[in-house]
């Protein structure tokens, strides 16, 4: 037999042993607050360093780009190594090259040019804009819009261009009298009506103005542009424009003439031609400054002015005019001494392409289509069509077909003299009274 112990049983004591004291709760709370402050402190100390490895990094990159620009620059800024690409290279593409290395890692806002570049990529994009936007793909160009804003800096007042003309006399100061040979060509080109207050000049643009002629309250639609082009050295500038509200009268052109030969004269610049289409205005005002079929030329200030149409003009003119009219020549031919008389037509040359065409072995005039025997009105604007049907190939083709049978002699030998003499006018560039009709 068992003898009972003194105490609690077992329930009692399995009870007691679950309930935990205040002392040793007090002792859970105090690790658990020491272990919180320490990892309080390693997440701060984590987030210093952090921050202090990107300063780190922030100002090695800073010390890079400033290596690379203090390098850039000196590249850009240093004469001997310009002296250097330049002797390596064209001046414009050092140009180019100096700002390729210098804006390659800016950002498009932050790329900076030179006056000197901005010029050349002024020149590239006024050439063609459509190969300037594939050309600022693939190297750093200027944009579109600071270009833009360069030309806006320049004062180009309706008129004679003052300060163009100074800057040509500079240029033509120390030239040859040879050198000093320019050509007047004048042209209207048609324009947007539109209505702009110019803020710098404090008055609105857009009216018609002649500068010295006065200006008038109508809306602007055609520029008349002066331009003077180097005979012996490759020079075309304009020199002046004006803005009318239509075609501008023949005794306005002619006063617009003579006012831009007289400042072209006193800039040193020796005209000695002018050129202009065959606008029935450009040969009234010619007329009216004195020249003639047998005098083709005017005289202004004591200098004599030849007086020429435009090439491609008269090619046309002559082309259009033989669609409608035959053309009746002296021929070389005599009979009982009497000189023959043939007559050019628009059909020998559409007979000449239906034979051409249907010759299976050989073709004169391969460039020779329809487009040329019937052009709409806007193929009749392209010289290439007029210059083609009035080509030495075309007649050698229509000489071979007589010498054939198959074209009757007496009817083209003065079409294939009609062809040899605008070919020699062309070419040869020899000048021949005006054409009339």
């Keep these: 037999m068992f003898e009972p112990v003194p105490g609690p049983c077992r329930i009692l004591r399995e009870h007691n042993a679950n309930i935990i004291t205040p002392t040793s709760s007090t002792a859970i709370l105090v ?11 390693t997440r701060i100390l984590v987030q210093k360093l952090k921050s202090s490895m ?5 100002l090695q990159k800073t010390v890079k780009h400033l290596k690379n620009e203090a390098f850039l620059n000196e590249i850009c800024n240093n004469k001997t190594v310009n002296k250097i690409l330049s002797k ?19 950002k498009k806002p932050g790329r900076r040019w030179n006056m000197e570049a901005k010029i050349i990529a002024l020149r590239l994009y006024k050439r063609s804009p459509t190969c300037y936007k594939l050309l600022r793909r693939m190297i750093c160009l ?19 261009h003052k300060t163009t003309l100074t800057v040509l006399k500079k240029m033509t100061k120390h030239l040859d009298p040879s050198d000093k040979e320019y050509i007047l060509l004048w042209d209207e080109m048609s324009l947007r009506k539109n209505l702009w207050y110019n803020s710098k000049l404090d008055h609105i643009e857009g009216f018609q103005d002649h500068s010295t002629q006065g200006r008038s309250p109508q809306a602007a639609s055609y520029a008349l542009v002066f331009m003077a082009v180097g005979v012996r050295k490759p020079i075309k500038q304009p020199v002046a424009h004006y803005l009318s509200s239509g075609f501008v009268t023949a ?25 202009c289409d065959l606008d029935g205005v450009n040969k009234r005002a010619v007329c009216l400054l004195g020249a003639s079929v047998q005098n083709p030329y005017i005289e202004v200030s004591n200098h004599r002015i030849i007086t020429l149409f435009d090439t491609p003009h008269l090619l046309k003119c002559f082309r259009n005019l033989f ?6 020549f002296r021929t070389n031919i005599t009979s009982d001494n009497i000189q023959g008389i043939g007559i050019a037509k628009w059909s020998h040359i559409r007979q000449f392409y239906e034979l051409d065409c249907n010759n299976p072995n050989f073709v004169f005039a391969p460039c020779l289509t329809k487009e040329h025997l019937d052009p709409n009105t806007k193929q ?11 080509s030495h190939s075309v007649a050698a083709g229509i000489y071979s077909k007589i010498a054939q049978g198959k074209i009757y002699l007496m009817l083209i030998n003065s079409y294939y003299q009609t062809i040899r003499k605008i070919n020699f006018i062309c070419y040869k560039h020899v000048y021949i009274p005006h054409i009339t009709n």
């Design 31 to 41: 690790c658990e607050s020491s272990k919180q402050e320490e990892d309080k402190k």
């Design 54 to 58: 990107n300063k780190v990094y922030r």
């Design 88 to 106: 390596k290279m064209s001046s414009s593409f050092a140009l180019l090259l100096q700002g390729e290395l210098q804006n390659y890692n800016r």
């Design 142 to 160: 200027p944009a579109p819009s600071t270009l833009k804003s360069l030309l806006s800096g320049f004062k180009m007042n309706v008129g004679v």
């Design 251 to 275: 005794d306005r052109l002619s006063a617009l003439i003579k006012e831009v030969l007289n400042h072209c004269f006193n800039a040193g610049l020796n005209i000695c031609a002018s050129v």
């Design 323 to 328: 669609m409608k009219y035959d053309i009746q």
């Design 380 to 390: 009749k604007m392209r010289v290439k069509l007029a210059a083609q049907v009035l």
